[in-house]
């Protein structure tokens, strides 16, 4: 019985060992049948390279920008307009500023119209260009202005005339050519001409009118006056009065001196004013 078993035993792995011996030879035979890739032939044309993703200007933000634009209230899109014939100072026909600004003047009647008819816009049928309220160019032509208006001309009425008015302005105070006073009413400066040749005569009402004025003895009176007319006085005697107190220092209004009359010995230096020397004349 021993003997039986084992000769199963090898029966059964002889088996096996058959078994995968078919398997190995049936593997190489197939891989020997197999045939290998032939490489395809050359093409007598040079192969062509992917073609690149075609790509689109990406105007979107422009398009949108020129929307908002033309779609704004018709006083908004004057401005701009305006703005830009201020700027340049140059004359645009209707397609210039569309392409300057993106305000489609010939698309919008009211737009043009408006720019038409706008003081501050001069339309000669073909361009259009800012409209200054007075019409000069440079320094000089500024100072022959200024000199025709002997009583003043207002700064505000100056500063379109064109880009560096206003530092010409302060060249022509510098030089002393001119005067630049504050209005106290508006606070606006005024140009006043200084040359020697303008002939300036004041009325003798004025005169007698300034000589009657008497002013108040009391400092304190006379800043509230200047504080009733819209004037801030330079000085502030009731706060130096105030530390005199606590610092123990008493002030008193001076005393007004009395006008004294001249001696016949007085050297006469202010002879151009003759009614001053009346009284001397007539001692």
């Known amino acids: 019985m021993a003997l039986q078993e084992k000769l199963d035993r090898f029966k059964q792995q002889q088996e096996k060992c058959q078994s995968m011996l078919s398997n190995i030879a049936a593997k190489s035979a197939s891989s020997r ?6 490489p395809a032939a050359a093409s007598p044309f040079p192969s062509a390279r992917p073609s690149a993703p075609v790509k689109f200007s990406n105007d979107t933000e422009r398009l949108q920008h020129i ?11 004057m401005k701009r307009v305006i703005d830009i ?5 140059q004359a645009f026909t209707p397609e ?19 720019l038409r008819k706008n003081p501050k816009v001069n339309y000669d049928g073909k361009r259009f260009s800012y409209k200054a309220k007075h019409d000069v160019k440079n320094k000089n032509e500024l100072l022959v202005l200024i000199r025709k208006y002997i009583e003043g001309i207002a700064v505000i009425d100056l500063k379109d005339a064109y880009p560096n008015v206003m ?7 510098a030089a002393g050519q001119i005067w630049l006073l504050s209005n106290f009413d508006s606070q606006e400066d005024i140009a006043f001409p200084n040359d020697p040749r303008v002939p300036i005569k004041v009325d003798d009402d004025l005169k007698e009118l300034f000589r009657s004025i008497e002013l108040p003895r009391d400092m304190l009176d006379i800043e509230k006056d200047l504080q009733k007319n819209g004037m801030k006085p330079a000085t502030n005697t009731a706060k130096r009065r105030a530390a005199a107190q606590v610092q123990g220092i008493t002030s008193k209004p001076k005393p007004r001196q009395k006008n004294k009359e001249f001696s016949k010995k007085a050297k006469l230096t202010n002879a151009h004013l003759p009614e001053l020397f009346q009284s001397l004349k007539n001692s």
Not at 85 to 89: A, C, G, K, M, N
Not at 98 to 114: H, L, P, S
Not at 167 to 173: I, R
């Open 33 to 38: 049948s197999t045939p290998k890739p032939v």
């Open 67 to 77: 929307n908002s634009i033309r779609k704004a209230p018709v006083g908004a899109q």
């Open 85 to 89: 014939l201020f700027q340049t100072r």
């Open 96 to 114: 210039q500023i569309n392409e300057a600004c993106y305000v489609d003047v010939n698309g919008n009647k009211d737009v043009f119209e408006g």
């Open 167 to 173: 530092e010409d302005l302060q060249g022509l105070k």
